[in-house]
Nanobody
Framework: QVQLVESGGGLVQPGGSLRLSCAAS????????MGWYRQAPGKQREKVAA???????YYTDSVKDRFAISRDNANNTATLQMNRLKPEDTAVYYC????????????WGQGTQVTVSS
């Protein structure tokens, strides 16, 4: 069994920063891509950022130059540093990982609320 546990998130004023962390644990053989999606009220889930084991990175256009994703392959963790936050970044953020146990499967964290408001 695999678990992805998220931490971080919360309430921040516009222009502020938050850091999200995601840790994978359990019967893991290998971890592939890790990243985050987010979902705002009334909107579809959106892919925010992703990082492969060799460090290739994806960002959605709206967060480029503001967010930074990183990972620690040895500890199966990923971090999303979010800077210069805007009200439109408000959403529930979900960590995910493509993880091999017996087969490769996408696993999801529990979600964490990020609210950007003055």
């Amino acid at each position: 069994q695999v678990q992805l546990v998220e931490s971080g998130g919360g309430l921040v004023q516009p222009g502020g920063s938050l850091r999200l962390s995601c840790a994978a644990s359990g019967s893991i053989v290998s971890v592939g891509v890790m990243g985050w999606y987010r979902q705002a009220p009334g909107k579809q889930r959106e892919k925010v950022a992703a990082i492969t084991t060799d460090g290739s990175i994806y960002y959605t256009d709206s967060v480029k130059d503001r967010f930074a994703i990183s990972r620690d392959n040895a500890n199966n963790t990923a971090t999303l540093q979010m800077n210069r936050l805007k009200p439109e970044d408000t959403a529930v953020y979900y960590c995910y990982g493509n993880i091999k146990t017996v087969d490769w499967t996408n696993y999801w964290g529990q979600g964490t609320q990020v609210t950007v408001s003055s």
